[in-house]
């Protein structure tokens, strides 16, 4: 079997695990709901936050991410590939996540499992982008705010300084991919209507009202 077959197969399994849609399995088993019928009706982090509480969202956030970085690590776990077929091979498990097989191709808004794959790819980026992620979330009590933020660093990062010309332009399309996902969510912004998540600034100062 040649190699080109072997990592299409590859893809193909990283596209069926992407579209494992934790969201809804960690809602059905732990809360017995279906977070599609709640807030935004994403099967995504952030309505696993609004509606599962912190302790489930971050349980949803931490294998959605996980999708991501198990399924951009199968070239290197079955064979000697280049390294830029880990994110290739990862961005069909965002495409699993975004047009899940399991869910008639609906899913979530590609956040956490793109996040997944930047860890198998590039470690010390992934780590940074998660500070940008955190620190913004911290001071504006919304995913939201820091999904695109941390997307937009990521494509400055690899435009700009690392000038990868495999991560740019995926980058680049995951960035399109995250705000065309997030559009109602940029609307609620500018009209200050934005959903919270139960931790961060804003919200702790809201609810001392």
Request: contains cysteine; hydrophobic residues 50%.
């Amino acid at each position: 079997m040649s190699k080109l077959l072997i990592f299409t197969i590859l893809c193909l399994i990283a596209y069926l695990i992407g579209s494992i849609p934790f969201g809804v399995l960690i809602g059905k088993w732990f809360k017995h709901t279906d977070i599609r019928n709640y807030g935004s009706h994403s099967i995504g982090t952030t309505n696993a936050y609004r509606v599962l509480g912190t302790k489930l969202g971050s349980l949803v956030l931490m294998l959605d991410m996980l999708k991501g970085t198990l399924s951009a690590s199968l070239p290197i776990i079955f064979g000697h590939y280049p390294h830029y077929y880990v994110i290739i091979c990862g961005f069909f498990a965002v495409l699993g996540h975004t047009f899940s097989i399991f869910l008639k191709f609906r899913g979530g808004k590609a956040v956490a499992t793109g996040a997944g794959i930047l860890l198998a790819y590039e470690p010390i980026l992934f780590i940074l982008t998660w500070i940008v992620f955190l620190t913004t979330v911290f001071f504006t009590s919304a995913v939201s705010m820091g999904s695109i933020l941390g997307f937009i660093f990521v494509n400055l990062v690899s435009f700009f300084v690392l000038k990868d010309p495999i991560l740019s332009p995926i980058a680049f399309i995951l960035l399109i991919i995250v705000i065309y996902r997030h559009r109602e969510n940029i609307k609620r912004i500018k009209k200050g209507q934005e959903n919270l998540v139960p931790f961060g600034l804003i919200y702790w100062r809201k609810n001392k009202k």
